[in-house]
């Protein structure tokens, strides 16, 4: 088995075993979608969010669409990682000097901790554009919103849960400010989160495989284990309908995480349920958050489906692996450096 490094036991996470007659590596949760429209006052959509273990249960940033369609970052809670309990009033960020510093508008966040601190991740205006918003708190009340990692325009921002040779390693998609054709996962360092440089490719769009052949984007926070750093991402496709949004994986080295060991050529999870296919945006499943049980490498996947849901996945870590190395596709400009 694959072994987890630096994971924790989480036995009361979510989770159904694999339904006997299903043939694939992962499996949707029978009681999807687990949050439904007007979750709360506010909130018509609450979609592509970020969970994690906290106290006895769990907590979460989420992305709540207001119903006048504006985009915030909302703060919830959970004892069993399925029922959400989610405020209906935004996050209100702080800067370091604790002055109000909330973004216009934010959406897609992650979420991960690094020794006693917990950092969120997101899309974030920056002068009315999309860049990757960083931000901490270590007890889910005070959030303190740190410099900006990037320039306009960027998204899909997503922290390693730990310094990788003495630095922050964050992972992005660099953009434009509409619904962007093209995108590439690239991979920056900090030895301080505040400066970021030391940039390299890690994967590219495009490599035959029609559902990742438009854009790519890293979706939950990567998986250590003993085969390297365990990277879900999604993928995008164009038709004649519109986008598709499908997940994959990928599996990186451990301390070069911008060279690609091996990478899905099928995709994990598409669009084929009526909550994936039909909905405000239909035909997305945007994962942006994993639980993972370290003793047994189960793993239940968070994402958010037609813009408009949130769902769960589950699978191990063993067989998502397995898959990846089975079936790796990867690009001719994968496996390198990156620094071309
Ligand atoms: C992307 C992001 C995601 C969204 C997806 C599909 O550009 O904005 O938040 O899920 O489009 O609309």
């Known amino acids: 088995m694959a072994k987890l490094i630096n994971g924790a036991a989480i036995p009361n996470m979510p989770w159904e075993d694999k339904p006997s007659n299903c043939k694939e590596v992962i499996w949707r949760y029978s009681k999807n979608p687990i949050i439904g429209w007007n979750p709360t006052r506010q909130s018509a959509r609450i979609f592509n969010s970020a969970v994690i273990p906290y106290g006895d249960g769990y907590a979460g940033v989420f992305r709540s669409d207001h119903k006048d369609i504006t985009m915030h970052l909302h703060f919830g809670k959970s004892a069993d990682g399925v029922n959400w309990d989610i405020d209906d009033e935004e996050i209100k960020w702080v800067d370091e000097d604790g002055k109000p510093f909330t973004p216009k508008f934010a959406y897609d966040p992650r979420l991960t901790k690094i020794d006693d601190t917990y950092y969120v991740m997101w899309c974030t205006s920056f002068s009315n554009q999309p860049t990757i918003g960083l931000g901490m708190t270590k007890d889910f009340k005070t959030f303190v919103r740190l410099e900006n990692a990037f320039l306009p325009f960027n998204r899909n921002g997503v922290l390693f849960p730990r310094k990788i040779n003495g630095n922050y390693v964050l992972l992005s998609r660099p953009s434009d400010n509409g619904h962007t054709p093209f995108g590439d996962i690239f991979i920056s360092e900090s030895p301080d989160m505040k400066y970021w440089g030391k940039h390299r490719l890690v994967m590219s769009a495009g490599n035959g495989a029609g559902w990742q052949s438009m854009k790519i984007g890293a979706g939950p926070i990567p998986i250590e284990t003993d085969e390297g750093w365990l990277m ?64 047994t490498g189960r793993i239940a996947i968070y994402y958010g489906a037609a813009d408009t849901y949130t769902a769960i996945a589950f699978g191990t870590v063993d067989d998502i692996i397995k898959f990846t190395k089975e079936n790796s596709a990867p690009a001719s400009n994968d496996a390198g450096l990156g620094r071309e």
């Open 232 to 295: 879900l991402y999604h993928g995008v496709c164009n038709t004649c309908n519109g986008y598709v949004y499908s997940f994959g994986a990928a599996l990186l080295d451990i301390n070069e995480p911008s060279k690609v060991l091996y990478r899905t050529g099928p995709y994990l999870l598409t669009p084929e349920t009526p909550y994936e296919t039909a909905g405000f945006v239909p035909n997305v499943c945007f994962p942006c958050a994993t639980l993972v049980d370290a003793p």
